[in-house]
């Protein structure tokens, strides 16, 4: 045999042994020893090199070699082409299902809870925190005068309208996209005949969900739903003033400790213990319990209720009961 046939059965060779590495390597999946409970998720984040992604992947488990990951992304040259997302990887997923999920931008949503009586500002701080949402283009968004023209909303923001519930949102969602998903959630899980109904209470549809998110804030026992609803509408038939602590609260910017008798006297149109009627909009998102009862109050003589410390309420009809029943309730406290 010559010399130039041996040199080219030895780089044949050579050739076939480097595919035979190459399919090990990048086709069969090789995560580290510890990598057995399942999927786990990465999340690529804007900004970040190749050499960081492969870290995590690392870090992990995905993959038993950072360089590996490397050198096969540059190979491909797929190095500029990674998407930011959050993705699902599996244990048998290879070097090139993972840079093919990355790539192509094969993300997975994450399950985002939206709790009954959230605030805008409580709304935005956990998708900030969860999704890495734009947190101030979410703010600007809430209060675009377009947006809300063309939902129908007569407000000046869309505090009320954002629906509490479970929501699929992707890693940096972009907020119009967040706040699109929930303001349909909102209109499309209405309670049967909601404008109607508020409208023969003498309610527009916006002092509805304002005074369902007034008791979504009081109500923690789905059965005092209606009866502090019609509490509420009670005392506006005799134009008194509701004496909502929520609101006060919502006027001062949320509070971390109870309301002070100072606190009270705090000069805001949300502050419904200085203002008649019905503060200016929602203090809160309701869900749809809340909203059903506050078109649907209950037939009730009640004026006034006072906290039990249990979740419950002693709904009283006159001022003498309201304070026996307040007194009733420190006694009780008092005592253990």
């Keep these: 045999m010559s010399k130039w046939k041996k040199y080219l059965s030895v780089a044949l060779t050579l050739f076939v042994a480097v595919w035979i590495f190459y399919f090990a390597t990048f086709h069969i999946s090789h995560p580290a020893a510890d990598f057995k409970e399942g999927t786990r998720y990465l999340i690529v984040r804007r900004g970040q090199s190749l050499s960081d992604i492969a870290a995590n992947l690392e870090k992990m488990g995905a993959i038993s070699s950072k360089s590996k990951f ?18 699902a990887i599996r244990p048998d997923d290879s070097i090139a299902d993972i840079i093919d999920i990355i790539v192509r931008g094969y993300a997975t949503p994450f399950n985002v809870t939206i709790p009954e009586g959230y605030t805008m500002a409580e709304i935005a701080s956990l998708l900030h925190s969860t999704i890495d ?11 675009d005068p377009d947006l809300l023209d063309s ?3 007569e407000a000046g923001n869309l505090e009320g309208y954002l629906a509490p519930s479970t929501y699929n949102f992707f890693y940096e969602e972009p907020p119009r996209s967040v706040v699109a998903k929930m303001t349909d959630n909102f209109f499309s899980s209405l309670p049967d005949s909601f404008e109607i109904k508020a409208n023969g209470l003498g309610l527009t549809f916006h002092e509805a969900v304002t005074l369902a998110s007034m008791v979504e804030a009081e109500a923690m026992i789905d059965s005092e739903r209606s009866i502090i609803a019609a509490v509420y509408l009670n005392r506006l038939k005799k134009r008194w003033r509701l004496e909502c602590d929520p609101t006060v609260i919502y006027a ?10 100072k606190d009270l006297k705090y000069d805001s149109p949300y502050n419904t213990y200085r203002y008649f009627g019905l ?3 929602p ?7 809340s909203l059903e009862a506050a078109v649907s109050p209950a037939k009730t003589e009640y004026m006034f209720f006072v906290a039990r410390g249990d979740g419950s309420h ?4 006159s001022l003498r009961e309201h304070i026996n029943a307040k007194n009733k309730i420190k006694r009780q406290n008092r005592s253990g």
Excluded at 73 to 78: E, I, M, R
Excluded at 133 to 143: A, T
Excluded at 314 to 317: A, I
């Design 279 to 281: 503060p200016p909009g």
């Design 151 to 153: 939902l129908g909303i």
């Design 283 to 289: 203090i809160s998102n309701p869900g749809i319990r």
């Design 314 to 317: 002693v709904f009283t009809r």
């Design 70 to 87: 490397i050198f096969y992304s540059k190979l491909l040259g797929k190095t500029t082409r990674m998407k930011t997302g959050r993705y």
């Design 252 to 261: 001062l910017g949320g509070l971390d400790r109870p309301l002070y008798r």
């Design 133 to 143: 949402m734009d947190i101030n283009g979410f703010k600007k968004l809430l209060s």
